[in-house]
């Protein structure tokens, strides 16, 4: 594995932290929840910033040190899928996304995986597209703001919540109709091989 290979990794490694540190210390059917909750805010955050970081550090590392390949093209957007699926399904549990929402965005990601693995049976590895760069930027502001609603929920601050609640829901949508487009573009890039 190369540099960048390994950042990538990272987020394999903290996509399950982070649903750990965002649920169990609210599992209160468990009995292992209570007390005091609020330090989960600033470890979600920095596990929030480090993913997100570390998914623009990657491509930027494989460059510079001319390390892309045909497996990191496939790693980046997995590893990707999987961190983001993870912040969404929190999110979802916290009544933040929209079942309906999180569906379509699961749907296309699997879409998505489904087309390169036919790519490659063409001998072609289908890396990211500048619609497919957009739909993550889209991806990332979404569960920023998401995950700000979450923090103002955690802390109580309810009347913030609530307005963040519904911002994140508006940009969810936008997301889903960006990543539809996307596909629509990969989709089209199929067909044409």
């Known amino acids: 594995m190369t540099l960048a290979d390994k950042v990538t990794a990272l987020r394999l490694v903290l996509a399950p932290i982070f649903f ?22 600033p470890v979600l955050w920095g ?3 480090l993913s997100e970081f570390s998914d623009l550090a990657d491509g930027k590392i494989a460059r510079s040190r001319k390390e892309v390949s045909d497996f990191g093209k496939l790693f980046d957007p997995f590893a990707d899928v999987l961190v983001r699926i993870t912040y969404f399904l929190c999110f979802v549990l916290d009544g933040i996304l929209p079942g309906v ?30 619609g497919g760069k957009i739909k993550a930027v889209a991806y990332m502001i979404a569960g920023a703001v998401a995950l700000l609603a979450a923090s103002a929920q955690r802390l109580g601050l309810d009347g913030g ?6 911002g994140a829901r508006i940009i969810f949508g936008i997301s889903v109709v960006i990543s539809a487009i996307s596909f629509a573009d990969y989709l089209m890039l199929y067909k044409k091989r």
């Open 20 to 41: 750990g540190v965002y649920v169990f210390p609210y599992q209160k059917a468990t009995g292992l929840a209570g007390g005091d909750c609020k330090w989960v805010v």
């Open 47 to 49: 596990l929030f910033i």
């Open 101 to 130: 929402l999180f569906l379509a965005i699961l749907y296309r990601e699997i879409g998505i995986q489904f087309l390169r693995n036919l790519m490659m049976k063409k001998g072609v590895v289908m890396g990211a597209r500048k």
């Open 161 to 166: 919540f609530e307005l963040l609640r519904m």
